[in-house]
């Protein structure tokens, strides 16, 4: 048994992959990017790698379309079957990795259900010469055509790993040997390792795969990389897969399109859009309210949401809290939230003023005027910073970014996102059809997590949404923090998103409506789909114990 390669299309015989679509060395030093396509022969293009799979897909121009319209598409099935391909479907479109929208190409995608490559990216530039005798590359000279059979391509995607004691036991028992090998050796490059099972995205096949995730462009001997990792587990008493591919975590709120605000309410619900004014360009989520009860016999009523929503804009300023928090009767770092995210609130407006003979625009135009001239719901009184919670016994730490608004004018109970939202839209309850939670449900205490427990949200990004929370933490570099630490993560269903960027400071809820943890970062690269991270609520009720010496949240 013992670890194995990730199973795909590549020469054993050398170390060039002569029969994949890019015929290249995969020895030394290259990009993550040409390494995995030498691993793939049924995806070929004309010119570089084909794009890394999962990516987005929109809109190309109006004027390639013409060209394409006009020149390439009356020629196109004669100019394939001239080199043996016999084509499926054809399609023009921008493709672009999940959430980096202005990284993407213009690419011809030519789907096949031949199985004989050798011609495939031949017969791909011959298509790009019918653009370029027309003109297309004075303007779109990064425009791309590939040729891919769908049904052979490498196109696994991450599911949870299965409720299986003996293969938690061997995955938990390796993982610090692959922790300090990858950290040692792939230090500068690597942003998180993974547990998974690694399935087919069409037949649902598949196997527990350690996925090693490395900087989208970076530059490294792979090939050793694997393969030393590939001699660690030999001894493993189970086959287990092994990846390497380009992922990051995005920990940031900033960076994604601003969200149109369908259902405007004077007073924010869970999973408000919510923003501070010195950031115009990002929004956040307003998770949920609870009481902050403190020594003195105070109790403040508060919201919920990360550090990182609602870090200041100034250096000055997040020198101090970045380390250590922001402590109470600290006025200077205390930092007025608004609701809605003025840039939200600002996209919003420009959209309802796009027809406003609608009553209902009307109504909610005249409401979100009203919020703007006031935006602030209070201030932050109590932050975690960007500190880790060490757990000595296993060596392990975990990542804090947590806030509490001071807010008593929004306060209110939480709800769970009712079962109609969620049955018989895009996120099933295959594993849980007990979640009974309804319009009239409420939110009415904490609760302890489970490993494989199923849980929901409600984000401002993504809404409500359905996931299960995998058995064994990832382990993630924070460069830009300059540290580590092992995470829970959840992973949706098959047909849709747990957490898109824009979500973090969703409250985590169980099927029993328990608020179990708060939502702080998303990874949009690991599956067709986005995953969560999430802080237990235990570690967060500790830590404001510390911070304020016995304190704690409660729920009435």
């Known amino acids: 048994m013992g670890g194995v390669r990730r199973k795909a299309a590549r020469s054993d015989e050398s170390d060039f992959s002569q029969d994949s679509g890019v015929a290249m060395s995969t020895a030394g030093e290259i990009p993550i990017e040409k390494w995995l396509a030498a691993k793939d022969k049924f995806r070929a293009t004309a010119t570089g790698v084909p794009m890394p799979f999962p990516f987005q897909t929109g809109q190309s121009p109006s ?33 672009y990795p999940r959430h980096h929208e202005s990284a993407g190409i213009n690419t011809l995608d030519i789907t096949t259900a031949n199985e004989s490559p050798d011609a495939w990216r031949a017969a791909a530039n011959a298509v790009l010469g019918l653009f370029w005798q027309h003109g297309a590359k004075a303007t779109f000279p990064t425009l791309q055509v590939e040729i891919r059979n769908p049904d052979k391509m490498y196109c696994d995607v991450s599911r949870p790993l299965p409720d299986d004691p003996k293969l938690l036991d061997i995955l938990t028992g390796i993982q610090q040997e692959v922790r300090n090998f990858v950290m040692t050796e792939m230090g500068r490059i690597w942003t998180s390792i993974a547990y998974h099972q690694r399935v087919n995205r069409f037949s649902g096949t598949g196997s527990p795969t350690i996925i090693v995730f490395c900087t989208p462009g970076s530059r490294f001997n792979f090939d050793r990389a694997e393969e030393r990792l590939v001699e660690m587990l030999a001894n493993v008493p189970i086959e287990i897969q092994l990846e390497i591919l380009p992922g990051e975590i995005i920990s940031g709120h900033g ?108 109504n909610q135009l005249q409401l979100l005027n009203t919020l703007l001239a006031t935006p602030s719901i209070g201030k932050v009184i109590l932050a975690s910073g960007y500190r880790m919670k060490h757990d000595q016994r296993l060596n392990l730490q975990q990542r804090l970014d947590w806030a509490l608004i001071e807010t008593p004018d929004t306060f209110t109970a939480n709800k769970p996102p009712p079962r109609s939202l969620l049955v018989g839209s895009r996120i099933p309850l295959p594993h849980e059809p007990t979640y009974q939670q309804n319009e009239d449900s409420k939110v009415r205490q904490f609760g302890a997590f489970k490993k494989g427990d199923w849980v929901v949200k409600i984000g401002r990004t993504s809404g409500p949404t359905a996931g299960e929370i995998n058995r064994i933490q990832r382990d993630i570099n924070w460069a830009h923090l300059g540290t580590t630490s092992s995470e829970w993560e959840i992973i949706p269903h098959h047909n849709g998103d747990f957490a898109e960027p824009g979500d973090s400071g969703s409250i985590i809820m169980n099927a029993r409506g328990e608020m179990i943890g708060l939502l702080f970062a998303v990874d949009p690269q690991a599956s067709r789909w986005d995953f969560g991270f999430f802080t237990p609520i235990q570690l967060i009720q500790e830590d404001i114990k510390r911070l304020t010496n016995g304190g704690f949240l409660s729920l009435d």
């Open 63 to 95: 004027e390639l379309h013409d060209i394409y319209d006009l020149h390439v598409q009356p020629l196109l099935r004669s100019t394939l079957v001239d080199y043996g391909v016999s084509p499926s479907i054809a399609r023009l479109e921008y493709r």
């Open 255 to 362: 960076g994604g399109p601003p969200t149109f605000l369908e259902d405007i309410t004077a007073k924010p619900l869970n999973g408000a859009s919510v923003g501070i004014a010195d950031k115009p360009n990002e929004a956040g989520t307003l998770g949920g309210w609870a009481f902050l009860n403190l020594p003195d016999r105070r109790q403040v009523k508060c919201a919920l949401t990360c550090y990182h929503v609602i870090r200041s804009a100034d250096t000055s300023v997040t020198q101090r809290t970045d380390s250590g928090g922001i402590l109470l009767g600290a006025s200077l770092d205390q930092v007025h939230v608004e609701y809605p995210a003025a840039y939200d609130a600002k996209f919003t407006r420009r959209q309802l003023q796009k027809n406003t003979q609608n009553q209902h625009n009307q």
